[in-house]
């Protein structure tokens, strides 16, 4: 079966993709710099296409019949793209990292880590600013307001249980009413503002969908503590971005660490801002390059887990993380997940 | 009963261990800098004292039937400067603080947390950039070695089991073999090349003693690996610390963060390095200034614990925390503790 590997973020990945898979298959990568008739030739005949993103613009893939996304997030996915029929899957594997990253965050915050290493960086102290420097804070007994709780938000919350924080979750809750042992409160979307309130850090990490798309605006802020902090791990245009920065810039929230952005860099290899607003101008915020899953243990699960559902669709088996059937809709869900993070 | 608050430290607190005390007590805070006369005259009568730091060189307390140190380390307290009889406590109340500290230092160095902020300070990017930025690591599955498992080892632990770590830990095991939901391989002193050799994160959190003071030396950082993080909460000397200097400035270990020194600032208000070496120059090291636990929890509970050790003095209960019952000698793990901390 040909499976291509479209863009050069999984072509990169051939080798490691080619070494979990055990049936006949012929491997095509196809990188960002291919020419236009290279890559119109290669999808011609695809079957299996993996990618993380597949445009309008795109060469089409007639034959298509699965497309096997390589991130969990499909936004950059068009279905009226693709012909009718073919299955679109997602994949996880990157919750622990992006669970240590939320975590890590929510400490570095709590504790001031960063400011007690900057305070002492020549390593000289007087017996004053030892006894009576200023005490820093705990992250124990404080509330961690999780926006969606899927795979991330689980994950995050066995840590801050661990970690004597009260943890409270906005979710769909569709199949199930949380496990208490991790969630203390579960609100719906319809409570946002109970919840807002409740947080002394909120983590988004939910899926980007019409329904999260600036879901948290300026009421959110306005209904937050002022001490709050901000932890986005899911995709930037959930948060609205003229409100988060206003929030930040006027300190209505005490500060924010951003992992995920509102402007992507191009095909093209330009250099761009990651938003229209001077974020990095801010000292109240911790910016990081969209990288909170990226690490060699991430790669190895999801490619593992890409590699044996291209194995399952080639021996007739059922998919996992199945998102659309091939009529043309979304279900973030994923069929047969029992949880989403989804928020509506 | 006549209780003197002896020493900047506790004297600056006499407001809050005055709000949790019931019974009538005479309280005199007495500050580093009152004049000798004065020491000598409110100690001449004190019959309990709060301190942290009691030498030959201060004033005789010869009426003295308690002394509640206002540390857990007593290693500032002379023994042999006190009355016959004198009963010594330590006390705690810090160790969610510095297991919150020691596991933020776990993350950050396995995720580069710190790394991942300072490489996209100007919030601009590429797609190389972003695509093919380098992998960072995580906590998951690494093995974090405790040296010591008294409260806080047990603190830290609890967090780090929850990261999915392996729970390396060297401790006398006085009382009871460790929990094995908490403590994956249990080690006692004579295996320590084992543990060093084991441990993809050192936190040291046991007391000093003349059996703990240098044992982390030379050999024990040719037995760890290269990519191995020190982090010490416990008291700087338990490492040696020419020993400890040359491990990172010749990346023998990846790193180190530290927050107790060899050097401490002394009452006269002279600024003084807290190491002979210059540990802030090199690029591996995290320095703190021996404030992970300076929470303000951690002083609201460390003070209502000492007030209600001293309410049971005053009362004829037994107390918390008996680490001498005045016969001259220190027992660091404190009478009727089940874990202390110490290693041998």
């Known amino acids: 079966m040909k499976l291509v590997l479209y863009g050069s973020f999984p072509a990169s990945e051939a080798d490691r993709v080619a070494r979990h898979l055990t049936s006949n298959w012929e491997v095509v990568p196809v990188f960002n710099e291919a020419p236009a008739q290279d890559k119109r030739e290669r999808l011609a005949d695809a079957e299996v296409m993996v990618t993380s993103v597949y445009r309008s ?37 990157h919750e622990i990292a992006i669970a240590e990253y939320a975590i890590c965050a929510v400490l570095d915050w709590a504790i001031g880590y960063r400011s007690l290493a900057a305070a002492f960086h020549d390593g000289s102290w007087t017996l004053a600013e030892w006894v009576d420097g ?13 926006l969606g709780f899927g795979r991330i938000g689980r994950e995050i919350a066995i840590r801050a249980k661990a970690l004597g924080m009260s943890v409270a979750a906005l979710s769909a809750w569709r199949s199930a009413p949380p496990d208490p042992t991790l969630v203390d409160r579960a609100y719906r979307a319809g409570e946002w503002r109970a919840f807002a309130e409740a947080a002394d850090f909120l983590v988004v990490s939910c899926p980007l969908t019409a329904q999260t798309r600036g879901m948290i605006d300026a009421a ?58 001077a974020f990095h101008e801010l000292p109240n915020v911790v910016m990081t390059r969209h990288a909170s899953a990226h690490t060699e243990e991430t790669w190895e699960r999801r490619f593992r887990a890409i590699a044996e559902n291209l194995e399952a669709f080639a021996q007739g ?11 043309g ?16």
């Open 57 to 93: 613009r795109d060469p089409p893939a007639p034959k298509l019949r699965l497309l096997q996304c390589s991130s969990t997030g499909t936004e950059r996915i068009d279905l009226e793209h693709l012909p009718r029929g073919c299955i679109v899957c997602n994949v996880h594997g």
């Open 134 to 146: 200023p005490n820093h804070g705990e992250a124990f007994g404080k509330t961690l307001a999780l």
């Open 220 to 277: 959110w802020f306005a209904a937050m503590k002022p001490g709050a902090v901000v932890i986005n791990v899911g995709r930037g245009p959930i948060i609205d971005e003229a409100a988060l920065h206003a929030a930040l810039a006027e300190r209505r929230i005490r500060g924010a660490t951003i992992d995920v952005w509102y402007k992507y860099p191009p095909a093209s290899g330009e250099r761009v801002r990651a938003s229209r607003f």
């Open 317 to 327: 088996r059922s998919l996992a993380n199945v998102i659309s059937d091939g009529g």
């Open 329 to 344: 809709k979304i279900d973030p869900s994923g069929r047969g997940q029992r949880e989403s993070g989804d928020i509506a």
